[in-house]
């Protein structure tokens, strides 16, 4: 029902700022909240941030609160993450997801490609 497509990811020193995109299909991007997830080599993937309709209603893990934003543009269906202040720690593959707000319970049915963000010490 939506596909996700994710741009932003490269190479940064610590210290410094990039900002992932996720694009999404179709006319009803309002209807998911979106969420951030990372995954690194040798660790479980993990839960960075998620946001529903309204910019007011989000919510980070404590390893990037402060950080990283999330926000999202509606009008052109993508949502962004923010990140500032990279640590070498913050290197992983990053991806998008899409929780269907139309049903109850969180459950995240879409997934972007994910995107590459390495940060030198």
């Known amino acids: 029902q939506v596909q996700l497509?994710?741009?932003?990811?490269?190479?940064?020193?610590?210290?410094?700022?990039?900002?992932?995109?996720?694009?999404?299909?179709g006319r009803t991007?309002?209807?998911?909240?979106?969420a951030w997830f990372r995954q690194s080599p040798g660790k479980?993937?993990?839960?960075?941030?998620?946001?529903?309709?309204?910019t007011e209603n989000t919510?980070?893990?404590?390893?990037?609160?402060?950080?990283?934003t999330i926000s999202r543009d509606n009008a052109k269906n993508t949502?962004?993450?923010?990140?500032?202040?990279l640590k070498p720690e913050d290197?992983?593959?990053?991806?998008?997801?899409?929780?269907d707000l139309r049903t109850v319970g969180v459950r995240y049915d879409y997934w972007g490609q994910g995107t590459q963000v390495t940060?030198?010490?």
């Open 59 to 68: 919510a980070y893990a404590n390893s990037v609160k402060g950080r990283f």
């Open 5 to 25: 497509v994710e741009s932003g990811g490269g190479l940064v020193q610590a210290g410094g700022s990039l900002r992932l995109s996720c694009a999404a299909s």
């Open 29 to 34: 991007f309002s209807n998911y909240a979106m």
């Open 119 to 121: 940060v030198s010490s």
């Open 44 to 54: 479980e993937r993990e839960f960075v941030g998620r946001i529903n309709r309204s």
């Open 79 to 85: 949502v962004y993450l923010q990140m500032n202040s």
């Open 91 to 99: 290197t992983a593959v990053y991806y998008c997801a899409a929780d």
